[in-house]
């Protein structure tokens, strides 16, 4: 069973980035098509990005588009959200997931492997 580990959140001003991490151990994720998601208080959990198992095929949030990057280094067994240009909508917990079946997809419940997620606090 993969494990997964968010790091790289915290406080940022607007305008500025952070980039997360999320490790997984207990397995390869060359064999995963991984998502990054999150939840803002009193919201539902929401997609941001996803990426393949190669990397050939991304996918993001209309929201999120032209800011944040997604990527993956299967050799270390992570993948990495990378965001720009921040603003306090994007404040939330941000969570990866793992997804055993190949294709990209939005849908929270299509992902069997979740981390615990990591904070992201936008604020001047």
């Known amino acids: 069973q993969v494990q997964l580990v968010e790091s790289g959140g915290g406080l940022v001003q607007p305008g500025n980035s952070l980039r997360l991490a999320c490790a997984a151990s207990?397995?390869?994720?060359?064999?995963?098509?991984m998502g990054w998601f999150r939840q803002a208080p009193d919201k539902e959990r929401e997609f941001v990005a996803a990426?393949?198992?190669?990397?050939?095929?991304?996918d993001y949030a209309d929201s999120v588009k032209g800011r944040f990057t997604i990527s993956r280094d299967n050799a270390k067994n992570t993948v990495y959200l990378q965001m720009n240009s921040l603003t306090p909508e994007d404040t939330a917990v941000y969570y990866c997931?793992?997804?055993?079946?190949?294709?990209?997809?939005?849908?929270?419940?299509?992902?069997?492997?979740w981390g615990q997620g990591t904070q992201v606090t936008v604020s001047s």
């Open positions: 990426i393949s198992w190669g990397g050939g095929t991304t």
């Open positions: 997931a793992a997804r055993r079946l190949f294709a990209v997809t939005v849908v929270p419940t299509a992902y069997n492997y």
């Open positions: 207990g397995g390869t994720l060359r064999s995963y098509t």
